[in-house]
């Protein structure tokens, strides 16, 4: 008879990987941008790192020019997004903004 908490560990693992890529929350992705980064691990990896530059910058920088980082992400994050699925446009915003922050 399985216990309660390998039954747990076992529908865990039933679960698909993609729900816990990306920096955010693949189950609550909705654009479509969010969705092509979830589904290509390519894509996935470059989320992931961009949040480790972003963050790290975020906490090096003082306050003001924190708050300006944080504007210019949200806009990049537009500018990312108008890229829909098209997986080439989304490789070439990420790798952009990655360029962008180590200009910080």
């Known amino acids: 008879m399985l ?3 390998s ?3 076992f ?4 679960l698909p990987l993609a ?3 990306a920096s955010y929350d693949c189950t609550r992705a909705d654009t479509a941008a ?5 589904d290509n691990p390519n894509l996935n990896r470059l989320d992931e790192d961009l949040a480790v530059e972003y963050r790290s910058l975020l906490k090096r920088l003082p306050p003001r020019r924190a708050e ?10 537009v ?10 446009c989304l490789r070439a915003r990420y790798q952009e903004r990655s360029a962008r922050l180590n200009e910080y």
Do not use: H, N, Y
């Open 3 to 5: 216990k309660p908490w």
């Open 34 to 38: 969010e969705i092509a980064v979830c």
């Open 11 to 14: 529908c865990a693992g039933l």
């Open 19 to 21: 729900a816990t890529a």
């Open 68 to 77: 300006m980082v944080r504007q210019d992400q949200r806009s990049w994050i």
């Open 7 to 9: 039954l747990a560990f």
């Open 79 to 88: 500018a990312r997004d108008s890229c829909g699925a098209d997986v080439r």
